[in-house]
């Protein structure tokens, strides 16, 4: 039996999109995830992504990994799932939509989705990096020349190692371009590799570097691999509030598989 996916990216990070209202994708079958995620033998993507109905919101955003599981938070996902339900007519500019860490609001104008994201209270710095969680957990370091670093080798090392472990973590690299502007190398858990972009990621990377005074700007753009996005925040007495991640999202194409 053949179905109906579409392929959307947003800077690069890249999903399959699967219309799951009527609930017919069975979400315990990690292998077909995985095959459908496959560049080789499915469609090819970063992760998949279901849309469905919810009580609450306009509609539940459902999100895997490349290797099949279910997983935490994606920034980027999170924006194209807005302009998934805006191909679908199910919002027209604006939504509030429910995810695995809650409600998020967001807005779509002529593919440009600006998503809002969690508060965070929480920022740890350490001598050589610096960790929170934007939705998804990261561990964000600066190196001199994020272009000529080995991302994949030098993420998994840290994705793997003390004191994260099983549960792993997603690793940030980023080298300051001017004070309001930094470029960002992300290896993504899940993935096990370098993706071009991560939107939790950047979000992670604008509030560390606003913590350890990298930068003074509350707006923060971040070059990443398939693009640029934007952040924009408020500090608060209680941490970060009023957190938007900002930047394009675009259907690459619409197909059929059989699964």
Request: proline share 1%; aromatic share 10%; with cysteine.
């Amino acid at each position: 039996m053949t179905h109906i996916f579409y392929k959307y990216q947003g800077t690069g990070n890249d999903f399959v999109f699967v219309d799951n209202r009527q609930e017919l994708f069975n979400k315990n079958n990690t292998k077909l995830i995985a095959h459908l995620c496959d560049r080789r033998f499915g469609v090819g993507a970063d992760g998949l992504i279901l849309l469905e109905n919810d009580r609450k919101s306009d509609f539940r955003m459902v999100y895997f990994n490349a290797d099949g599981n279910e997983s935490t938070m994606c920034g980027n996902g999170g924006r194209c799932i807005v302009a998934f339900a805006e191909m679908l007519n199910i919002i027209d500019g604006k939504t509030t939509f429910n995810a695995i860490d809650g409600l998020h609001e967001a807005t779509i104008v002529n593919g440009f989705v600006k998503l809002k994201m969690q508060d965070v209270e929480t920022i740890d710095i350490f001598d050589n990096h610096t960790f929170l969680n934007t939705g998804s957990p990261h561990h964000v370091a600066l190196v001199e020349n994020v272009k000529q670093l080995d991302v994949k080798t030098e993420g998994s090392k840290i994705r793997y190692g003390s004191p994260y472990n099983e549960a792993g973590t997603n690793v940030n690299f980023v080298t300051q371009i001017n004070t309001e502007t930094f470029a960002v190398r992300t290896y993504e858990r899940g993935v096990e590799d370098e993706t071009l972009s991560c939107g939790t990621g950047v979000t992670a990377v604008a509030l560390a570097m606003y913590a350890t005074g990298k930068t003074n700007a509350e707006e923060v753009a971040l070059n990443v691999e398939g693009g640029k996005l934007k952040v924009s925040f408020e500090k608060s007495s209680s941490g970060y509030k009023n957190i938007w991640l900002q930047g394009p999202a675009t259907l690459v194409f619409k197909g059929e598989i059989s699964w």
